[in-house]
T-cell receptor, first 115, second 115 residues
Framework: DSGVTQTPKHLITATGQRVTLRCSPR?????VYWYQQSLDQGLQFLIQYYNGEERAKGNILERFSAQQFPDLHSELNLSSLELGDSALYFC??????????????FGSGTRLTVV | GENVEQHPSTLSVQEGDSAVIKCTYS??????FPWYKQELGKGPQLIIDIRSNVGEKKDQRIAVTLNKTAKHFSLHITETQPEDSAVYFCAASIKALFGNEKLTFGTGTRLTIIP
């Protein structure tokens, strides 16, 4: 157990629907990062939150949004889902100052299947 | 922004032999280079990292080397074992004013150890 908790582990939904993925970072970690991993693809950065505020944004679609709450858990909202959104979605939290100085700890991911 | 290239995309080695995975980065301001191992159905896990003030680092059977001039770094696994089979990702992080920026990942190497 890495200490980063992601729920749900699996999600199957239909095109056009909206889903919410949840992440709880390791205790004490202030930054949360979201990554998308499609089949046989690398890790594509979506967005970073630090202590409740958006810190960096990657190639995140306008249909996707995220937020970090006062208790530091984060949610990634995916709407108007398309088949191509099927992927593994990982959350990671970083140690020490909420930056990447010491790398990340990843959760086990949410596998989203859009049918 | 940073761009990280990783080679090869797949690698098969006989058990007991060595494996080498290579990465190059584009931004000379990058100063932190971690390696992650992702086993099937799991999130990536940090296995070793190196900073720009060090040329080589070892941890039992794994080692990482860094050539700042050429902007490339490599992962070396010696005496490979079946449990080393996984996807390996390199990453780089740029030093910023208030701490390192997000990690940029390579595209991954699928390592298969042949018994």
């Amino acid at each position: 157990d890495s200490g980063v908790t992601q729920t749900p582990k699996h999600l199957i939904t239909a095109t056009g629907q909206r889903v919410t993925l949840r992440c709880s970072p390791r205790s004490g970690d202030l930054s949360v990062y979201w990554y998308q991993q499609s089949l046989d693809q690398g890790l594509q950065f979506l967005i970073q939150y630090y202590n409740g505020e958006e810190r960096a944004k990657g190639n995140i679609l306008e249909r996707f949004s995220a937020q970090q709450f006062p208790d530091l858990h984060s949610e990634l909202n995916l709407s108007s889902l398309e088949l191509g959104d099927s992927a593994l979605y990982f959350c990671a939290s970083s140690v020490a100052l909420g930056t990447a100085d010491y790398g990340y700890t990843f959760g086990s991911g949410t596998r989203l299947t859009v049918v | 922004g940073e761009n990280v290239e990783q080679h090869p995309s797949t690698l098969s080695v006989q058990e007991g032999d060595s494996a080498v995975i290579k990465c190059t980065y584009s931004d000379s301001a990058s100063n932190y280079f971690p390696w992650y191992k992702q086993e099937l159905g799991k999130g990536p896990q940090l296995i070793i990292d190196i900073r720009s003030n060090v040329g080589e680092k070892k941890d039992q059977r794994i080692a990482v080397t860094l050539n700042k001039t050429a902007k490339h770094f490599s992962l070396h696994i010696t005496e490979t074992q079946p449990e080393d089979s996984a996807v390996y990702f390199c990453a780089a992080s740029i030093k910023a004013l208030f701490g390192n920026e997000k990690l940029t990942f390579g595209t991954g190497t699928r390592l298969t150890i042949i018994p």
